[in-house]
């Protein structure tokens, strides 16, 4: 079975879902299948580092100095080699790796599509994501929803057919112990990822502002890009300055601020998945995090839960888990067990069905 990805995800350097279509890349080599990326140029770390896969073109996995510069002129190269190579039909199944429809007027072969979640739909319906996903869920001919949350959404906005769905979880790969390194910081609440409006940052920080009232040597470490003006004007605004930590973590630096966080709060009204609850999983970090979307669905008994619209839900969670440290062995042996039911090896086997329902 030859299996065709295109160029989409592997644009920009890093990215969930690059990381997804990377590790299923992986997968499918292992199990011997024939799986491509159509794909000239790209910053994408996860294909620069690993030298393994099965590109279409010998310069797609070579770095270019100042090619960050370039990237909106590398993604029309690397759509019209996408094109081309469609065209030529060398392939069973065609998994487009993000929402452009740029390849359905010449496709002829079954795709796939998998939909991560509905952020845009439900925070920012004027993106042009909103229109495209649309399009290829009602076009494709499999859909891959990566929790039964997101499958709900795919039905309730696109009213798409059940039959059509079918939902593969994530994956996620235990890091190494011997990764670890030494952390610099302790007795500190750890947040990860972006901060934007459904991440709900500016609730948690007045909530954090609480807990610091009362816990003078408590920190808050936060991952990341840098803070807005914004976010600096409320940090000071709330007299919390000397207590927050802003890093840019790359992947051993951030299991090692697991490994040693008192805890992660995870307060998103939405998300499709919610990688860093594996992440902490992982990492034997307790974990307080939303009742919302697909929070329970991913992390069921192995998370303390609150209203994510309410501060006063928000602080009892936290400061119940802070002070409790029989709750915090629960919580990570609650963990352990549910990390047993994600792997990269489970999410490719399902995928290759998928695959194969369709030949």
């Known amino acids: 079975m030859n299996i065709l990805f295109d160029h989409q995800a592997f644009g ?13 890349l992986k997968g499918l080599q292992k199990h011997e299948h024939e799986a491509y990326i159509s794909s000239i140029f790209s910053e994408n770390e996860y294909l620069l580092n690993d030298k393994q896969f099965n590109m279409l073109h010998p310069l797609a996995n070579k770095r270019f100095y100042g090619s960050y510069q370039l990237l909106e002129l590398f993604e029309t190269i690397n759509k019209h080699f996408s094109i081309r190579n469609i065209k030529k039909k060398q392939f069973d199944i065609f998994h487009p790796t993000y929402y452009s429809p740029y390849f359905l007027k010449k496709l002829n072969k079954p795709f ?32 891959i929803a990566i929790s039964e949350n997101t499958k709900a959404d795919i039905i309730e906005y696109y009213r798409a057919p059940e039959a059509k769905i079918k939902v593969v979880y994530h994956g996620y ?43 003078n040597s408590l920190k808050l470490i936060c991952t990341g890009n840098p803070f807005n003006e914004y ?19 790359d992947e051993n630096t951030l299991n090692t601020l697991y490994k040693n966080a008192i805890m992660l709060v995870f307060p998103s009204l939405y998300e499709g998945f919610g990688m860093p609850i594996l992440e902490a999983f992982a990492n034997n970090c307790p974990i307080c995090i939303s009742n919302t979307s697909c929070f ?12 994510p619209f309410s501060e006063d839900s ?31 090896e489970k999410t490719t086997k399902e995928t290759i069905e998928v695959y194969h329902s369709l030949l």
């Open 12 to 24: 920009p350097r890093f990215g969930g879902i690059a990381r997804y279509h990377y590790e299923l």
């Open 112 to 143: 796939v599509l998998t939909v991560h979640d509905f952020v845009h739909e439900k925070y920012d319906k004027t993106n042009k994501d909103v229109a495209n996903k649309r399009l290829l869920i009602e076009k494709a001919d499999k859909i």
């Open 173 to 215: 790969h235990k890091p190494n112990i011997n990764e670890y390194t030494e952390s610099e910081f302790a007795n500190y609440i750890l947040f990860v990822g972006k901060r934007n409006g459904y991440k709900n940052f500016e609730r948690f920080i007045k909530v954090i502002s609480r807990l610091f009232s009362n816990y």
């Open 231 to 249: 976010e600096i004007e409320l940090i000071a605004e709330l007299n919390i300055t000397n207590q927050i930590v802003q890093i840019s973590a």
């Open 296 to 307: 329970p669905e991913i992390a069921q008994n192995a998370a303390e839960y609150f209203d």
């Open 314 to 344: 928000m602080y009892e969670a936290i400061h119940k888990v802070l002070n409790n440290e029989n709750i915090k062995a629960e919580l990570i042996r609650n963990g352990q067990k549910r990390l047993l039911n994600f792997s990269w």
